[in-house]
């Protein structure tokens, strides 16, 4: 079995790939030890910053180039039209269309890529750029990851398919001006899949990204540079 749906943000972002073959690597479960953190927030809201256009964040995004030999750009899923249902979470359920059924943060400046390492090891990595006030994307990247780690465990029904989920809150990086991560773990028949979620708000720019743990932190600061560097 093969479940695979992406949207920002929200609990079926993770829901990247849960093979029926083989169950989550050493280094993805590795990551379920790290230690629990609060979230770490700082106040720096640069409003002279105007927000970009998702056409600068589209240049602003990681390429293949940038990530090296072993990636293949994987194209953007639609998940619109899934069935998905929240069980066990009235805090996701409360959010609505954001993270109950798939979509994207409602913010209109965006862009986003996702890229395959490795096809046989099932590896992936998405990032999401998102532009508009400071004040807007800390409110509601905030709402949405503490509506995710207030359930240490909840059920995910994406069509006729159920999905297990436990989320657990991490010490974020300390990287731009706001910065949030959790790890979240999904079974389905018997198979664990295992995603880390990073999101780092600098001035007016929100960074996402999400995919296995290791490359998760192998490619947080590459990311962050590339946002900043034509800031």
């Known amino acids: 079995m093969r479940v695979r749906a992406t949207a920002a943000l929200g609990i ?5 790939t849960l093979p029926a073959c083989s169950p989550g690597t050493a280094t993805d479960r590795a990551a379920t030890t790290a230690p629990h953190s609060s979230v770490q927030h700082q106040d720096n809201d640069n409003s002279e910053n105007a927000p970009l256009s ?5 240049t602003r995004l990681l ?4 990530l090296g030999d072993g990636y293949v750009h994987a194209p953007q899923t639609s998940t619109e039209h899934d069935d998905v249902t929240v069980v066990g979470c009235p805090a ?4 609505g269309g954001e993270a109950a059924t798939g979509g994207s943060l409602d913010f209109p400046r965006q862009a986003k890529t996702g890229f395959t ?3 046989s090891s099932g590896s992936e990595l998405s990032e ?9 994307l800390s409110a509601d990247t905030s709402r949405i990851f503490d ?4 359930c240490p465990t909840y059920e995910v029904l994406v069509g006729g398919t159920a999905i297990d989920v436990s989320t657990r809150e991490l010490a974020a990086p300390q990287l731009g001006d706001e910065q949030w991560s959790l790890l979240m773990t999904f079974t389905a028949g018997g198979h664990d899949t295992v995603l880390k979620q990073t999101a780092i708000r600098q001035d007016q720019v929100l960074l996402v990204l999400s995919g ?10 590459e990311a962050l540079a590339k946002v900043t560097a034509a800031r």
Not at 92 to 95: I, Q, T, V
């Open 54 to 58: 998702s056409a600068a964040l589209e």
């Open 117 to 119: 390492y490795d096809a």
């Open 128 to 136: 999401e750029l998102y532009s508009d006030t400071a004040a807007a």
């Open 92 to 95: 996701l359920d409360a959010l």
């Open 63 to 66: 390429t293949q180039h940038d």
């Open 212 to 221: 296995s743990p290791a490359l998760v932190d192998l490619h947080l600061d």
């Open 12 to 16: 079926t972002t993770a829901l990247l």
């Open 147 to 150: 509506a995710m780690t207030g």
